[in-house]
């Protein structure tokens, strides 16, 4: 009988081995903040991660239809992209603009950001700190670090549909799209508590790429016709605020931007706007910002989807999300009045 145990461990062993170097052999790495939107982030034990300072690489990328050009990508001290030199006690308007992967625009050169182009439109001093997958509560952190330094005299904040998912652990689990780093969350008893949002054996991954494998091959073969088995995004769609995740995320995010408005200062306006009009989540985040008398900017969403589906322009990057060139200049097109607007009565 220990014979067969001693065989029987000695099988699984090679067994394992064998799966170990095969799976690291075959498979990629798995999402992760050191690889984390083109390598643009380092951890951080109190925001999850943030974007690395004094950074600058130039490269050639595609747009959706094949189409290269070069991009030339920098930031300066504590991650802020600034477009032109920062001038000390400048006497033009200062606006710090805050969001994701959208605004931090790793796919475009600085200068051909949306900021970019409004910096060159109007007499502006702009200032832009964003990260790929930010939720709302990082947003904020990276916003309480910087609002002393920038003294800006207008904040725009930028929004997605992913936001939801990034402000619920649980939401993201079930999600395709998924970030799967540590970071904080605002949770339901109004605390911040940090979470890894990612399965175990996903967990177990960062260590084996075995386990990477078995992860694969459990998604790949669970049974897609299951209620519980649908995606998140897809649940969000047909369930609304009956999925419990999503109603908890909505109340989340409401919660958060509560917060925001109560940080910012009452004389430095404050707007909000959509980089995709995904729905219900953009009808649900206009909703919030409504209730909490929040300034938005709705009409961004709408003139991209006009760009793309009505005069059939290309105005995305080669992942199919993220703005081109193009892009960025039909957000420009679409904040550059509503910004005029703040800046004149202020």
């Avoid at 949306?114 to 916003?143: C, D, H, W």
């Amino acid at each position: 009988m220990k014979s067969k145990f001693k065989i029987f461990f000695i099988q699984l062993f090679i067994f394992l081995v064998i799966g170990e170097i095969g799976s690291r052999l075959i498979l990629p790495s798995h999402q992760n903040a050191e690889n984390l939107h083109f390598n643009t982030v380092e951890i951080d034990d109190e925001v999850g991660w943030k974007v690395k300072p004094n950074q600058h690489f130039t490269d050639t990328i595609k747009d959706n239809i094949g189409k290269e050009y070069i991009v030339d990508f920098r930031t300066h001290e504590n991650g802020i992209k600034k477009i032109n030199t920062i001038i000390p006690d400048t006497t033009e308007k200062k606006i710090l603009f805050i969001g994701d992967s959208y605004t931090i625009a790793v796919e475009v050169s600085n200068e051909k950001t949306f900021y970019g182009l409004l910096e060159k439109r109007m007499p502006i001093e702009v200032y832009a700190y964003a990260a790929g997958g930010y939720s709302t509560l990082q947003k904020l952190l990276m916003f309480e670090k910087l609002v002393d330094q920038v003294k800006p005299d207008l904040i725009v904040w930028q929004f997605c549909s992913n936001d939801f998912i990034d402000n619920y652990p649980e939401l993201e689990m079930e999600a395709n799209y998924k970030i799967g780093v540590r970071r904080p969350y605002w949770n339901l008893n109004n605390e911040i508590e940090y979470r890894t949002p990612i399965p175990t054996l996903l967990q177990w991954s960062r260590y084996s790429k075995l386990a990477y494998a078995i992860y694969l091959l459990k998604e790949k073969f669970k049974t897609k016709v299951a209620e519980d088995q649908k995606p998140a995004e897809q649940k969000i769609a047909e369930q609304h605020f009956e999925y419990l995740h999503y109603k908890n995320a909505h109340e989340i995010t409401g919660r958060l931007l509560k917060k925001i408005k109560e940080t910012i200062p009452k004389d430095i306006p404050f707007l909000v706007f959509p980089a995709d009009a995904f729905n219900p989540q953009m009808d649900d985040y206009i909703q919030l910002c409504r209730t909490h008398k929040i300034d938005y900017e709705i009409s961004v969403a709408h003139k991209l989807n006009e760009a793309k589906f009505g005069r059939k322009e290309e105005i995305f990057t080669y992942d199919g999300w993220h703005w081109n060139e193009r892009g960025h200049e039909v957000v420009a097109d679409a904040l550059e009045g509503r910004i005029r607007e703040f800046l004149m009565k202020n």
